[in-house]
């Protein structure tokens, strides 16, 4: 019997050198279809979830995990349990907030057009996310975001090992949220409950085998 | 005034990410915030940076941006007279 019960994968990859841009969504391993990679996010929020305005307002990073877990929370289909403090939300990375850290960038390194944006500056830390899930879904257990050196599956089962020593967390949403830009990111989502606890090895090569 | 407003209304679609939302849906003497286009205040805090980058007007006083930032119309009416750029 498998530890992660549904999971979701999203990966996009866009060069600069004019090639076709490759992406993929898939949820508990079947295809969901896309416009295309420019605007891949953008086109999944509108033909799939679309009654958040507040996703035009968030950052690269934030889009992508929020969309992401929206199409795995549906397919787990318990959207209308209070899940409370005995669900959280535990994320990891390499490259931190340092999509939306480059645009806020653009807006401050001119000194004589210094106008620095409030609202890429409030997206400028990675955990940002943890908390736009965790308030959608109402999910008042751990949050956290780790960041790490490169993906690795032993830290991440062991964060997440880490996590279910709260006696009020049962399940986590939790896995890979790497964001680069609109259009290069690389995302693992996925639900696990504390059954994981004391199986971490067997968690680590769930995760391997899922992020192939 | 009206090229103004129109202007103002497709910067504040700009800045403020507002999707799906055209200058015609924005209705120039309706409120900005609490109701009409349900603004919060980290938007407000961009249409702060808005007047200063764009229009050269540095508002120095908080209280004043209740009425400044009242509406569309409220807004091209105060950029109007002190605007530096």
Partial sequence: ?212 | MEELILKLKNEIIEVLNLEDIKPEDIDANAPLFGEGLGLDSIDALELIVLMEKTYGIKIKDPNEGKDIFKSVAAMADYISKHRTK
């Fill in chain 1, 1 to 212: 019997m498998s530890l992660i019960k549904h999971y979701i994968r999203i990966k996009c990859s866009k060069t600069c050198y004019g090639g076709i841009p490759e992406y993929q969504v898939t949820l508990d391993g079947e295809k969901i279809e896309a416009a295309g990679a420019d605007t891949l996010l953008t086109d999944l929020y509108k033909a799939r979830i679309g009654d958040y305005p507040k996703f035009y307002k968030m950052d690269p990073l934030c889009r992508l995990g929020f969309v992401a877990s929206e199409l795995l929370l549906n397919a787990e289909n318990r959207r209308e349990e209070q899940f409370g403090e005995s669900r959280g939300v535990v994320l990891f990375n390499a490259a931190s907030s340092l999509a939306d850290d480059r645009n806020y960038q653009e807006t401050i390194k001119d000194p004589d057009a210094f106008f620095p944006s409030p609202s890429l500056f409030v997206y400028t830390l990675p955990n940002v996310l943890t908390g736009e899930i965790a308030i959608r879904n109402h999910y008042y257990g751990e949050t956290n975001f780790i960041v790490l050196p490169h993906f690795d599956c032993a830290a991440m089962a062991d964060g997440i090992r880490m996590s279910f020593t709260d006696r009020d967390l049962r399940s986590l949403l939790t896995g890979w949220v790497d964001c680069y830009s609109e259009t290069s990111f690389d995302l693992l989502l996925f639900l696990v409950d504390s059954e994981v606890v004391g199986r971490e090895v067997e968690l680590q090569h769930e995760i391997e085998k899922l992020a192939k």
